[in-house]
Structure formats: C-alpha cells, structure tokens
C-alpha cells in the first residue's frame, strides 16, 4: 500500500531501482482495486491481461539493462471514452453497453509505446454530460474524502481512483471542466491542454471544438511527465496543432519572479464560499512572496459563458450523437415495426435523461428559425470572448481563479436541478470556449475537510509556462499531500 503513495516519478524510479517490479506494482494497484473499488465505483472495467502484458516488458527491459521510457511502468486508468483495443469502451452508457473497441486511440498508442500499463476503463458521466458522476448508468461515484459526496464529473472516475490509490495516474477529458472540476473536488492535479495539443482521435465525441484529452496525478510533475507523453500533432486528427511541443519539465523548477498573475474579479464575488474565497487569497499571497506581480483583471463577457457554453455544447452534442442510431454499432431496441421506430426506442431506451435533455437543446438551437437566433449569436460571442481574453493576456501571464465556487457537493443534492448542476462550470467553461490551457491544482481544505482547487489559465500553448507557475505554489505548500482516509 506504501508504494501506490508515491508520486509516479516515485514509483517509476522504484522499478528502474529493482525496489519494485512493474509487475508487482501492477499486481499491488488490482489489491487495491479489489479491496476498496466496491465503495467507490471508479472503474467500470477492469483490463488485467493488458496492463500485466505491458508490465512484463518493462521487466524484461530492466532485466536487459535496455533504457526506459520516463514513466515507464506506473500504472494508469483510462476515462471510458477512449477506444482501448479489443476492451470495452461504454461511455457509461447502455448505448454502448456491450461495445468492445475494434483499435487503439492514439493517446492510447502513446501510452503504450510508453510502457504505461493501463488498469481499466474509468467511470463518467455518461456520455461525458454531467459535473458530478452521477449520470453513468453503471452507478455513482463516491468521492474517496467522503463517500457522502460527488467526485465532480465527467471524469469522477479517474479523479477518484488516483485519490484512492488504485491508480497512479490517469486520463480524462474535458469539455467545460471535466477534468479540472474533479482534480478540485478529490484534492488532485488535472490539466486541459491546449485545444488541438493532445489528439482526439479514438476519443469518443461530446461537443468536438470543446473536448480536450489530458493528465491527471497526485502532484505537478507527474502531471507534466504524463503531457510530454500524450501531446503532439497527430495525422489522423484535423484538429490536431502541427507544432513542437516544449519539454515543460525542463522549466518546471525556474522561479516566476516577475511572472505577472491576473485575479480574476467576476469570479471571486458571489457565489464563492468563503473557504473558497479565503484559499484563493491565501495562495494569492503565496505567489506575492515567490516574486509574483498580482494584479486584479476583468473579464466582463465571462456572465454569457455558460449560456454560450450550453448553446455551442449542446448543438455538437446533438450532431454527434446521431450517429447512435441503432442500425450500425451500439444498443438496438429489440422491438421496432419501422426505422423511424427503431431510431426512436432505440436512443430512448440507450440514452439517460441527462443525454436526451442536452440532444433536445442541442436540436432546438440548430433548427430551421432559431440557428441564428441561438448558435449562430454563440458562435459570434465566443468570437468576442476569445478576443476579449486575449487582449487581457497582453496584460498578465496568467489568469487565478477558483476551479469551482464550492468544494464537492452531496451525492443527490442537484441531480434533480440541472441549472444548479450547469453553474458548477461557471469558471472553468471559459477555457474551453477560448481553447486556453487550464489546470487545477490543490490549494486548500475547507471546513468540513473537502478539497480546494484553484485554476490556472495561460496563453494557447504555453502549457510550460501554465506548469511553471503550479509547481512554484505546489513547492511552497502541503495541500497535495492531504490523501484521502480511506
């Protein structure tokens, strides 16, 4: 148990150290997840013969004094939207219940040209649609803090099996805080990377000029280790950024002396707790004594992300889920008398409540009379948040803000309220409408013991930068260190 612990960059130096095999370390986290997965629900699949497979190579390299890759070894889960050869990928829906994938995503190619042993597939909202892991039809996810609460979604699972110790590291993805929004609520590191800096490809489609693949782990530099490994152009991905990608380890250690902070003022007044409010001003006086330039900044289109969000969200939602249609893969309906029957039961039965309420708004804002009046006007408002959020980083380096204006709520207590739910994105929706880089980062612990996340935005490709700048708060203060007592 003192092994899943460590850091990833700690246990891949075990193995390397002949302290630990791959292989019993691979072993030790399926104890783990046989011992304590049945109260948290993280993983919907387990992928054993796979990881012992990639495991035993890395035993083998060590055995043959040959080199190996930098996390070699450290074992990983793998958020359900992710085509994992010959495994289940469900999204945690019924639709896709039974669906084994037929190839690897790239992220996934990666991982294994990595040696990265991945451990199953990870629970979430399904569909990637939700902020709390509540929506996936194969049950909650309980939060390793406190089992009473959310993880926050859509990668409640992922998020949940690092806080838990089952798995070291793991991928999400992320459409308006999916992986920053339980980074925060399980006390962990999740960053979204630049949109088009991580491939898409073999990753299921939720809202496809928002969705982001990224890393999650207990610390920074596990963080930025797990990047190095899955960013880059891809061929098979037209949103794919054909440009090199900086090492962020090389940096990671520099002070930000002079390095110019932006609080953001819309997102620090109402609604924001006060254990929030008071983290965010005890880290902001950290960085004041790292060297740090704060200053207060607006953004004062940011009021109109969410109804933007949801606009935009929804639309690509629609579009993409109608591919779910019963006749080519997935779920079908086992009683049609026509098509259009089989099209209906089919995604009636398939898809949760969650999913058909966004594919009905989704389908209203696209229809004959209300495009222009809807997408169309979201589409011209990003624009000017884009510009708006560009002009204020001519100002500063990077944005502050709190990941979420509450710490994890009570399992139960907004899934009847979706507009309750949707304002949990009110500030990290913002990164994706802009395609910004964004991560949350542990910052504090509230009253009732839950986690504090705070978030940090850059500019579009200085994710370097963005890692610089966590690290030197990471340094400097224990929050991520506070493991769940479980």
């Known amino acids: 148990m003192e092994i899943l612990k460590r850091t990833a960059l700690e246990q891949a130096e075990a193995i390397k150290n002949k302290e630990i095999s791959a292989v019993e370390l691979t072993e030790s986290a399926y104890k783990r997840i046989k011992e304590i997965d049945d109260k948290i629900g993280a993983f919907n699949s387990l992928t054993k013969e796979i990881a012992l497979e990639t495991a035993k190579k890395v035993d083998e390299k060590i055995a043959r004094n040959e080199e190996l890759p930098l996390l070699a070894g450290v074992p990983l889960a793998l958020k359900d939207n992710m085509n994992l050869k010959n495994s289940r990928m469900t999204c945690s829906s019924r639709m896709l219940e039974n669906f084994v994938s037929p190839y690897d995503a790239t992220v996934v190619e990666k991982l294994k040209m990595n040696l990265i042993p991945i451990l199953g ?17 194969f049950g909650v996810v309980h939060n390793p803090h406190n089992l009473n609460k959310v993880p926050g979604g859509s990668s409640g699972g992922s998020a949940a099996s690092i806080a838990s110790f089952q798995a070291t590291m793991a991928l999400g993805s992320d459409t308006g805080g999916s992986i920053r929004l339980p980074a925060s609520f399980c006390g962990i590191v999740g960053l979204k990377p630049t949109y088009g800096r991580v491939s898409r490809y073999g990753v299921v489609a ?49 002070d930000i002396k002079g390095v110019k902070i932006g609080v953001v003022k819309e997102l620090m007044g109402e609604g924001v707790s006060d254990d929030v409010r008071a983290a965010i001003q005890n880290a902001i006086e950290v960085y004041k004594k790292l060297g740090a330039e704060i200053k207060e900044i607006s953004l004062p289109l940011l009021k109109y992300s969410i109804g933007i969000y949801y606009i935009i969200a929804t639309a690509e939602a629609s579009s993409n889920l109608a591919r779910f249609d019963g006749v080519r893969y997935g779920y079908r309906t086992p009683q049609a008398d026509n098509l259009m029957d089989l099209y209906c039961k089919t995604r009636a039965e398939g898809f949760g409540d969650e999913v058909k309420r966004r594919a009905m708004l989704g389908t209203y804002v696209l229809s004959s009379g209300y495009y222009d009046a809807y997408y169309k006007k979201a589409q011209q408002m990003r624009r000017l948040m884009a510009q708006d959020f560009n002009s204020v980083l001519k100002e500063v380096d ?31 929706n913002y990164a994706n409408l802009t395609g910004a880089p964004a991560m949350s980062i542990p910052a504090g612990i509230c ?40």
């Open 398 to 428: 990077v944005l502050l803000t709190p990941t979420c204006p509450t710490t994890a709520f009570d399992i139960g207590s907004k899934i009847e309220d979706p507009i309750s739910m949707y304002l949990t994105d009110v500030s990290t």
């Open 206 to 254: 939720f809202a496809s000029s928002l969705d982001q693949v990224g890393p999650l782990g207990r610390c920074v530099k596990d963080v930025a280790s797990l990047y190095n490994v899955i960013a880059g152009a891809d061929v098979k991905d037209s949103t794919s950024i054909n440009t090199s990608v900086p090492d962020p380890l090389k940096t990671i250690d520099k």
């Open 447 to 486: 009253t009732d013991k839950m986690p504090i996340g705070m978030q940090i935005i850059s500019r579009s490709l200085e994710e370097d930068l963005l890692l610089r700048v966590a690290y030197n708060f990471e340094r400097e203060t224990e929050f991520h260190k506070t493991f769940a007592q479980i």
């Open 121 to 137: 597939k990870a629970s979430m909202d399904e569909f990637a649609m939700g902020s709390s892991n509540e929506t996936s039809v």
